[in-house]
Antibody, heavy 121, light 110 residues
Framework: QLQLQESGPGLVKPSETLSLTCTVS??????????WGWVRQPPGKGLEWIGS???????YYNPSLKSRVTISVDPAKNQFSLKLSSVTATDTAVYYC?????????????WGQGTLVTVSS | QSALTQPASVSGSPGQSITISCTGTSSDVGGYNYVSWYQQHPGKAPKLMIY???NRPSGVSNRFSGSKSGNTASLTISGLQAEDEADYYCSSYTSSNTYVFGTGTKVTVL
């Protein structure tokens, strides 16, 4: 059974870098033609696509976040990570990791439970 | 990229059918058959309900169906049930090789 689990600090100070990791179990991160990505949701608001990565290293980012986002993959640990630099209070959100390319190349069929990250001093 | 436009709320009585619209542009919804729909209950992760405009993943009720006309995609829920009360989001691939979500629709079962 495929499972994704986010982990990382729940509190980040303004201007610092938010770092999250998604641990994948049940499938190898380098198998198939999967894309591993991140979606966030500010409290009480809608979903926002952050970006995704293929194990080959190809990355795709939301243009509005591109200058601050880095997504990377660690096949040895079967994990992928998100780094968001220079955070402000508007980056406070629940961050979800997800998989795309299983059911459909363009649909996210597996999601982590989400982790709340608060940006505050 | 701008979020796709959805109605803020839609409601219906048990057993009725409702339709949620998702309007984009020719650079996203209208240009590709890569529209997905997600259901999200409070405090839970989104769940894939429809992919590639009108396909249902295994395990999703056939009461959920999707379609597209021009730059507008639609999700129809027939035989509305109490468990369908949730937020629904559309998503589309874009010409910039990125993805965009809709603004979200709260479905209320009266």
């Amino acid at each position: 059974q495929l499972q994704l689990q986010e982990s990382g600090p729940g509190l980040v100070k303004p201007s610092e870098t938010l770092s999250l990791t998604c641990t994948v179990s049940g499938v190898s991160i380098i198998s198939g033609n999967y894309f591993w990505g991140w979606v966030r949701q500010p409290p009480g608001k809608g979903l926002e696509w952050i970006g995704s990565i293929h194990y080959s290293g190809s990355t795709y980012y939301n243009p509005s976040l591109k200058s601050r986002v880095t997504i990377s993959v660690d096949p040895a640990k079967n994990q992928f990570s998100l780094k968001l630099s220079s955070v402000t209070a508007t980056d406070t959100a629940v961050y979800y990791c997800s998989r795309r390319g299983g059911t459909s190349i363009a649909a996210k069929d597996y999601w982590g439970q989400g982790t709340l990250v608060t940006v505050s001093s | 990229q701008s979020a796709l436009t959805q109605p803020a709320s839609v409601s219906g009585s048990p057993g009725q059918s409702i339709t949620i619209s998702c309007t984009g542009t020719s650079s996203d919804v209208g240009g590709y058959n890569y529209v997905s729909w997600y259901q999200q209950h409070p405090g839970k992760a989104p769940k894939l309900m429809i992919y590639e405009v009108s396909n249902r993943p295994s395990g999703v009720s056939n009461r959920f169906s999707g379609s597209k006309s021009g730059n507008t995609a639609s999700l129809t829920i027939s035989g509305l049930q109490a468990e369908d009360e949730a937020d629904y989001y559309c998503s589309s691939y874009t010409s910039s090789n990125t993805y965009v979500f809709g603004t979200g629709t709260k479905v209320t079962v009266l």
